[in-house]
């Protein structure tokens, strides 16, 4: 069992930068590969940026290359999440899950993922 913890979310305006957090519960963090995703409201979630267990291998949605930065520390069993020059259709709760998997593997389906935090809202204000 695996508990996550998203924060850093809150309201920015068009442009701005977050620095989202996913905290884990375990010291086995390391066994997991860890994906952000995201849901706005009437829409389906989708994956927003992954990261392998060792940190190797990471993986984004195109809305979220060149923009948005995936990093995790193993020794404070943290992911970060980046996220720069938002927009207002990046409105959402993000949400970080995790995924027990081989060694630099992301997967991108959530439906792969085992553990999920709670969710931290991002608002992008005009």
């Known amino acids: 069992q695996v508990q996550l913890v998203e924060s850093g979310g809150g309201l920015v305006q068009a442009g701005g930068s977050l620095r989202l957090s996913c905290a884990a519960s375990?010291?086995?963090?390391?066994?997991?590969?860890i994906g952000w995703f995201r849901q706005a409201p009437g829409k389906e979630r989708e994956f927003v940026a992954g990261?392998?267990?060792?940190?190797?291998?990471?993986q984004y949605a195109d809305f979220a290359k060149g923009r948005f930065t995936i990093s995790r520390d193993n020794d404070k069993n943290t992911v970060y999440l980046q996220l720069n020059t938002l927009q207002l259709e990046d409105t959402a709760v993000y949400s970080c899950?995790?995924?027990?998997?081989?060694?630099?593997?992301?997967?991108?389906?959530?439906?792969?993922?085992?553990?999920w935090g709670q969710g931290t809202q991002v608002t992008v204000s005009s």
């Open positions: 375990r010291r086995s963090f390391s066994n997991y590969a």
């Open positions: 990261i392998s267990r060792e940190g190797k291998t990471t």
């Open positions: 899950a995790a995924d027990r998997v081989p060694l630099f593997v992301v997967q991108t389906t959530s439906n792969r993922y085992e553990f």
